[in-house]
């Protein structure tokens, strides 16, 4: 479904990304995992288009993406729940929401019905603001506001960060209700190692630009971890 090919990037002079490739498929949940400042943010800035590509190509369900604008990416299936979710915490939850639904297509005016079944707590808070939410809530937040454009892929970079331990989990019964009952393929960016075998079908493991690793989670194995993930 995603397709990176020889991605090389780089800030002024820094090589951050070395000739890295991988291919996401389609209905899996993948896990980008790595240290801190390997370079996994500037790898989903590149899909995202939030950063020009040096060279490399990116591939989104056959056709080359890479030169398009963001907003063309989003448009073609790609949604994305930023880092620290960027909830409009003076705006109501439903404003935030009916944000997103002027880039639909069809110009839809009410938020669409799925939306709030699939997350409860928002409907019954939809006139309260945002900033008012708790940050699991800000999360469901954030991911609902993505899900308005239906995307087929939908990218999340660190979902948990920030998020107090005994809601982590619910987050991650979120994007695996997504991901398994909805078709959604999901590709996270998560240091939390339980989180991610609780929702990961396949790892990818970065070091220092490069990939290192990569597989179905249940081989990532204490000596991956030890040597890439400790600290
Ligand atoms: N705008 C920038 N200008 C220059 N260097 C940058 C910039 N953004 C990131 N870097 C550097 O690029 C490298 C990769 O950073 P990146 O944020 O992609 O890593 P990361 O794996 O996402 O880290 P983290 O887990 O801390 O978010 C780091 O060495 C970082 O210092």
């Not at 073609?76 to 003076?90: A, D, K, N, W």
């Not at 239906?150 to 960060?161: A, M, S, Y």
Request: glycine share 10%; aromatic share 6%.
């Amino acid at each position: 479904m995603l397709s990176v090919r020889h991605l090389n990037q780089f800030y002024g002079q820094s090589h951050i990304l070395w000739d890295l490739s991988l291919n996401i498929r389609e209905g899996s949940c993948a896990c980008l995992m790595g240290r801190n400042g390997v370079g996994k943010t500037t790898l989903l800035k590149c899909l995202l288009g939030l950063l020009p590509v040096k060279t490399g190509e990116i591939q989104f369900n056959g056709l080359p993406i890479h030169k398009l604008a963001t907003e063309n990416r989003a448009r073609s299936g790609i949604g994305y729940v930023p880092q620290g979710r960027e909830i409009f915490s003076l705006l109501s939850v439903e404003e935030n929401l009916q944000i997103s639904l002027g880039a639909r297509p069809d110009k839809a005016k009410g938020i669409p019905a799925h939306i709030y079944q699939m997350f409860p707590v928002l409907k019954e808070m939809r006139h309260r603001r945002g900033g008012d939410l708790s940050g699991g809530q800000q999360q469901q937040l954030a991911i609902a506001r993505a899900l308005i454009l239906d995307p087929k892929l939908l990218i999340l970079d660190e979902p948990t960060e920030g998020i107090q331990p005994n809601i982590v989990r619910e987050i991650g019964e979120v994007i695996k209700r997504l991901n398994r009952e909805h078709g959604l393929t999901v590709l996270l960016v998560e240091q939390k190692l339980p989180f991610a075998r609780q929702v990961a079908s396949d790892f990818y493991l970065m070091d220092k630009g490069r990939l290192v690793a990569e597989g179905p989670i249940a081989d990532l194995n204490e000596g991956i971890i030890a040597e890439y993930l400790s600290v």
